[in-house]
């Protein structure tokens, strides 16, 4: 069926943010009866259950979430299923050879909040005879974009199988203490003489492409030795007046590279500029300030607009996660 059909695209455009379903009337106040009775015949969409509420769901992705689920509750049955989360990759694996000992095949869907259903269902088809199937992740991080369902994050609340702890070496500069902060909900003040971290209010969006230029030009090549080239400049809000074309137009000529945070996947660069704007919006939450502060392997510098105190920014890291995607995996598992 064509997508031209307003039922299934909003289906289709909600997959692509994680949604594997989407309430029936959810669907109804955006798209027409006679598409949602045209899809339904046409068996492109169906009916499903989600937490007691009738639902609909592209008949493709919930084939895949329940054969998934199926395949997941049989390797948990087995003990092959295990979850594995924590900021460190190198940590996550220790703390996976702890669990399983010497000699356990095991298969790593690494950076698992990038893997949704079909890789992961492809993954359960093809593991070998008695490997564990592991799904590792920084559970901190936003979902990925364009990614169908919340895999690991399901997993590890449906309870079914081990849920794993990485280890990480303890971080005591700035820059450590607060991505550790943040990704518990807080935001937490350092001491301004530790430029592992640097934090730049603005009183205004000109402000604030000002100071993104100087950071480049002498406070970061200054204090690290680091040229513009060495900077990735990532804006949270792709669009608006601190937004993806107008830091670049900004920083033209200076060799920094700038890019929508959401784009940057898991991408490490020596230092980094984190832009915010100065007010709360969907890009804008726990999550991706937690990324932000992430891509910088030396230094990051936070531009925002929240105020002096940072009191906006404080709520927004003790408020906000990733929006709830609705999936049934977790359910399911349980069925």
């Not at 989600?50 to 049989?74: C, I, K, N, T, Y």
């Not at 033209?252 to 590279?257: D, F, I, L, P």
Request: charged letters at 20%; one cysteine or more; a negative charge.
């Amino acid at each position: 069926m064509s997508t031209e059909n307003s039922a299934v695209r909003l289906l289709t455009d909600a997959a692509g943010f994680g949604h594997t379903l989407l309430p029936q009337d959810v669907v109804l106040r955006t798209a027409s009866r006679d598409d949602v009775d045209s899809a339904l015949a046409d068996l492109a969409i169906v009916d499903v259950d989600w937490q007691g509420r009738a639902s609909w769901a592209l008949s493709d992705v919930a084939e895949s979430e329940e054969l998934l689920a199926d395949g997941l509750a049989q390797l948990a049955a087995e003990n092959r299923l295990a979850v594995v989360a924590g900021p460190d990759p190198a940590g996550r694996r220790l703390a996976l050879a702890r669990a399983t000992g010497a000699g356990v095949p095991t298969v790593v869907l690494d950076e698992a909040h990038r893997v949704g259903l079909d890789e992961t269902l492809g993954a359960v088809e093809d593991l070998p005879e008695d490997a564990v199937l592991v799904l590792s992740l920084d559970n901190a991080l936003p979902l990925a974009h364009g990614v169908t369902g919340a895999v690991a994050l399901d997993v590890a609340a449906s309870g079914v199988c081990p849920v794993l702890v990485g280890d990480s070496e303890r971080d005591d500069r700035a820059l450590g203490v607060q991505r550790a902060a943040v990704a518990s909900g807080r935001w937490v003040a350092t001491s301004p003489d530790d430029r592992s971290l640097v934090v730049v209010p603005t009183a205004s969006p000109d402000e604030a492409l000002v100071r993104i230029g100087q950071l480049l030009s002498t406070s970061i090549p200054r204090a690290f030795g680091h040229a513009a080239s060495d900077v990735v400049v990532a804006v949270v809000e792709p669009s608006g007046p601190v937004g993806v074309e107008p830091v670049r137009t900004a920083l033209e000529g200076s060799g920094a590279e700038v890019v929508a945070l959401s784009e940057l996947g898991d991408r490490l660069s020596p230092a980094a500029v984190l832009v915010l704007p100065g007010a709360t919006t969907a890009a804008v939450t726990r999550a991706s300030v937690y990324a932000g502060l992430r891509t910088g392997r030396d230094h990051v510098s936070v531009v925002h607009g929240f105020g002096s105190d940072a009191a906006g920014l404080v709520e927004v890291v003790a408020s906000t996660t990733d929006r709830p995607r609705r999936t049934r995996l977790a359910a399911l598992l349980h069925d």
